[in-house]
C-alpha cells in the first residue's frame, strides 16, 4: 500500500510541475496532499495515523514537537548556505555593471581572426563569467544580444551559433564559484551522514566485528572542496568545446570563418584587452585563490567576491568621467599594504608588548581604514547611479529566497517520500542489479540526465541527490569519495540546461534571437555540445584523480592539514616509503648503520637505553616494509579466485537479509491481527502463509552458497589479517624507532635554552636570602619555573624548583627547605650542562645527519604534518578510488 501513496506523490509533483505551479509550492503541497491524505485513510479504517507510513508518520512527528520541526527547517539553517546569497550577490553585480558586455566584445575582436574565433571567444568569456557571476540567465541574454548578431553577420551557422553561447552560459553551474556546487555539498553532508551508518552496519553483519577501521570510512566533503573538485573536470569542458568549434572551423571555413580585426593588434588595442581582463581574473584569483591556499572558507570567499564585485561596478559605473578609478586604487593600495604587513610582521591587538607592534597596529589602522573608505565610496556610487545596488539587492533577495523555499519544499518531499519507505524502493532496486556499484551509479546518472529534460537544476539536486546519493556512497566495492560524486552529479545536471523541451538556456536565448533564427536550429546546435557534455562526464568519470587531487592536495598543504599518522593516510604513506625504500634502501640501511656506532655512553642511563633501541628498531623497518610487500602479494594472487565467490555469497546474503526485513513487517501483521487487533484474522493468517513462503525462499537462497564458501573466506581472512598485523607492526616499530631519536634531538638542541635559564636559577639562592618576604621571591621564581617548563627534558630540575616554590608558599614559610630545594636544581643543572654540552658538540651533527636519513621514511608518522613531497604523493595516491568490498 505504500507503494501506491508514493505514486500518489511523485504523480502530483509531476501534475504541478507540468502545469506550471512554482517549483517551491509543487514540492511541498504534494508531500502536504499525499501525507494528508495516507494519514486519513489509515484513520478512517485502521484508526491509526501512522498505519500506512514504513518509517515514523504524522503521529509520531507531531509527539516530536519541535525537534521534528527543527528537522525542516534546519535544512536552510546550515552554514554552507550562507554562501549563496554572496555569490548570487557578485554575479548580479558583475552583470548590472557591464563587465559582460566588455568581454564579449573585447574578445571577439581579440580571438576573431582564428578559425571559429567568434565562437572561442564565446566560450572563453562564458568561462570568465561562470568563475565571476555564475548566473546562467544573465550569462546566455548578455551573449545573445552580443554575441549573436556579430556571428550572424559574419556568416556563422545559426544553430553553431546558438548552441554555443547556449552551452557557454552553463559553465556557471560546474566552474566554480558555482550555486549548483553549494547546493550539492550541502545534500552530500546528510548523504554522507546516512552512508557511513549503512557501511558501519554492513562491516558489522558481514564480518561480525562491532567496530570498522576509520580508514573504511566514508570520505565527507565541503563546498570548498566541491569548487576545488570541480575546476579541473570545468577546465576539460571549456577545452573541449574550444576544440570542437576550432575543428568544426576547420572542416566546414563557411561556416564558421575567421573574422579579421579592423586595423590588427596594436599598442592601444593591447593596453585595452589588458584592462579588461585583469579585473575579473583578479577577482577570480581572490575568490578561488584564497579558498585553495586555506586563507578563507567558502562563506568569506563569498563576501571577498561581493565587495569585490561592488569595487568594480564603482569604476565600471563611471567609465570616462575624472576619478573613476580612484576607489579602486585605494583599495588596491590598502590590499597590499595590509599584505605586506602580515608578510614582515604578525599584527595582534591583544598583545601590543613593543614600539614595532605599536607601528604595526597603527598601519594596519590605516590600510583597513583606506580599504572601507574604498568599499563604502563604491558602494555609494552603485546607489546612485541609476540605482544599481537597489536593484541587484532586489535580485540577489528574490533569487536567494526562491533558493531556499525550494530546499524547504524538496525537505518535506524527500521526509515524505522516505516515510512511505521510497528510500528503501531504490535501495532495494539498485542494489538488486547486476555488476554492483557501476550499474547502480550508470543508471542514476541516466535518470539525471533524462530528469534534466523535464526539471531544473535546484530540483534535481534537493530531490533525486538526498535519495540516491546515500546507496551509491556506501558501496564499498567504489569507495568513491563525496566530491567526486558530487561533481559527476553536478556535470549531468548540467545538461538540464540544454536538454529540450525545458531547457532554460534555449529559453533565455530564444527571448533575445531574432526571429530569423529557428527554434529548431537551436535545438540542433546544442545537440553537440550536450555530447561534448556526456563525453567530459566519461572523462571524469573514470580519472577520478582529476576531481580529487586538488582537493586533497589543499587539506594536505594547508596549516590545519591532518596529521601524518591519520588513519587515512597510512596506505598511501606506506606505498611511498615502499618505493622509498626499493629506491634508496642502501643509503638508508647504510645509515642506519653508521648510526649504530655513535657513541653515546655519556647520557643518562634511561636515554641512552632508548636511543640504543630506537636505532636498532630502525634496522627492522625496512624487513617489516618487505612483509607488508610479501602478505599484499598474497591477496593479490588469491583474489581473483576468491572475488567472484565472495560477490556471488554477499549477494545471497543481502537478498536474505532483506527477505528477513519482509518477513519482519509481516510479523508486526501477525501479532497486531485477530479480534481486537488492527487486523483481521484472515490477513493474519495470510501473512503467516507469506512469511512461510518467505521464509523457504530465503533458505533456499542460503542453501546456494557453496559448501567451500567458509573454508575459503576464512583463509582469505587470514590473508587479509596477516597484511593488517603486518602494517600494525611496521607502524609500532617505525613510531617506536623515531621517537626517541626525537626526544634526544630536541633535549640536545634546547642547551643554549637551558644555559640561559640557569643563569636565572642561581640567582634565585641570592634573592632567597635577600627577598623582604615570601611573596617577592616567588615573583622572582615564577619566570624561572614557567622557562623550564619550555625547555625540553628539564623536567626533574622543574620539579626541585616546584618543591623550593611548596615551601615559600602557604602561612608558615620555609627557606631552609627552599634553599636545599635549590640546591638541589642547581646540582641537577651543572649535571644536564655537562652531557648536554658534550652532545651539542660530539653528538647533535650525528644525529641530525642519522635524522635527514629516515625522517621522510621511517620518521614520516612523527613529523608534525607531511613534507610538500610526501604530501603531494600522498595527494595522488588517494585520488584514485580504492575497492574495500572483500573487506566487508
Known sequence: MELFFILILIGIMAYALGSGYPVAFALPGSAIVTIALA????????????????????????????????????????????????????GIMLQRSKIAEDLLVTMAQLFGPIPGGLGISVVFVGALLAATTGIVGATVVAMGLISLPAMLRNKYSPALATGTIAASGTLGQIIPPSIVLIILADQLASAVDQAGTSRTALYKESTGELTMPSDFAVTSTSAGE?????????LILVGLYMLFILGFALARPHMAPAVPREGGIDRAFAFKVFITLIPPLALIFMVLG????????????????????MLMAGYRLREGKPGAFTPSIMAIIAVLGIFVLLSFHTVNVKRIETSQDVTALIIAIIAVSLLLIAIFWSGWRTL?????????????????????????GAAMLTAAFRAFGGEDLVKDFLGGLPGGFWTQFVIVMLVIFILGFFLDFIEIAVVVVPIVAP?????????????????????????SFLTPPFGFALFYLRGVAPATVKTIAMYKGVIAFIALQLIALVIVGTNPGLVNYLPNRASLLSDTAPPPKNPRLQFCMEEFTAERFAADGQRIEAAIEAASTIDVSYLPEDMREELAEGIGKTADAIPLMAAIGEARRAIETATPDYAP???????????ARRIDKDIAELEVIVQRSGPNGVFSAARGESARAEIAELEAGRDALLAQIPAEWEERHKVFGELQRAEQQARTAYRRNADQAYEPLQEVIEIVQATDALQATGENLRALAGALQSAASAESFLQQLEPVREALGDIAGAGDIRKAINAARRAMRGDEPDSA????????????????????RQAAEQLLPQLATFDAAIRDTIGLRGQRRLPREQALYVAGCSASHRNLSLSF
Open 39 to 90: 494519514a486519513g485513510l489509515g484513520y478512517l479504517f485502521y484508526g491509526d495515523v501512522d498505519f500506512f507510513f514504513t518509517h515514523g508518520g504524522p503521529g509520531q512527528w507531531l509527539s516530536a514537537g519541535v525537534t521534528n520541526y527543527r528537522g525542516v527547517y534546519w535544512e536552510a539553517e546550515r552554514d554552507t548556505l550562507i554562501a549563496i546569497p554572496l555569490f548570487v550577490f557578485m
Open 226 to 234: 566541491m569548487f576545488l573538485g570541480a575546476f579541473v573536470p570545468g
Open 290 to 309: 584564497s579558498i585553495i591556499f586555506g586563507i578563507a572558507t567558502v562563506n568569506q570567499a563569498g563576501a571577498i567576491g561581493a565587495v569585490g564585485a
Open 384 to 408: 546612485k547611479i541609476e540605482d544599481t545596488l537597489r536593484g541587484v539587492m532586489i535580485d540577489t533577495a528574490k533569487t536567494t529566497s526562491l533558493v531556499f523555499i525550494i530546499l524547504l
Open 471 to 495: 546507496i551509491l556512497l556506501a558501496d564499498p566495492s567504489a569507495n568513491v569519495t563525496a566530491v567526486w560524486l558530487g561533481v559527476m552529479i553536478g556535470l549531468n545536471i548540467q545538461t
Open 645 to 655: 565467490l565472495h560477490v556471488q555469497v554477499r549477494a545471497l546474503e543481502r537478498d
Open 817 to 836: 627547605k627552599a634553599a636545599e630545594a635549590l640546591s638541589e636544581a642547581e646540582a641537577l643543572l651543572d649535571s644536564e650542562l655537562a652531557w648536554r
